[in-house]
């Protein structure tokens, strides 16, 4: 199983794109998660920092990955 600290997501309006990558900072994946499975996809890694860029929904998407034990970032565009 691959060990993130941080997934970076980029909040689209059809789907997102994500990258996760270790505490070294190399890319450990790069792929599109459509807007139905965007919910499943932070529950099946592991603990660790999610940023996105602010946007309206970024507020949304960070009470929900907050929920899921990660920490929420966002960074302004």
Known sequence: ????????????????QVHGAPAGGLVEFRKTVT???????????????VAMEACACAHYRGREVRNLKHDALTLLP
């Open 1 to 16: 199983m691959r060990e993130v600290s941080m997934i970076g997501i980029d909040l689209t309006q059809n789907g997102f």
């Open 35 to 49: 807007r139905r499975k965007a919910r499943a996809f932070p529950a099946e890694e592991p603990g660790c920092l």
